[in-house]
């Protein structure tokens, strides 16, 4: 394997059970219990209505490309090779927005509510990072 360059994502204690999840590739948010809303990134109460009554739940890993920016500057130099880049939000199904590249898709022609779905990116032994793609029509 390819030496990885790229800064690895260290979990907090807050943000692992979703770390474990996509090393199993699986997207976890977390879902309210009490009004059955999902958010994102993890918080110890719901963000709709403040319950602390909430589980990790599996969502589609299906969404919408929300918003975007083109990367045309190398500003870490383990992306050199990948200028330029797009970093999105995603808007996911389940309503949760989450920050991600999208891939297999040149960045130029990149638009907004594109439609996208997970792939898991094992980037290193034991870390996988979720990037999108466009949705197979
Ligand atoms: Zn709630």
Redesign the pocket.
Known sequence: MLEYKKPIPVPSDESKPYWDGLHEHKLLMPK??????HWFPPTQY??????KD?AWSQVSGKGKVFSFVVYHRVYHPGFVDEVPYAVAVIELEEGPRMLSNVVGVPAEQLVCDMPVEIVFDDVVEGVTVPKFKPTAL
């Not at 309210?32 to 809303?37: I, K, L, M, Y």
């Not at 719901?46 to 319950?51: A, N, Q, V």
């Open positions: 309210c219990s009490a009004c059955g809303g719901c963000t709709h209505c403040r319950s909430w």
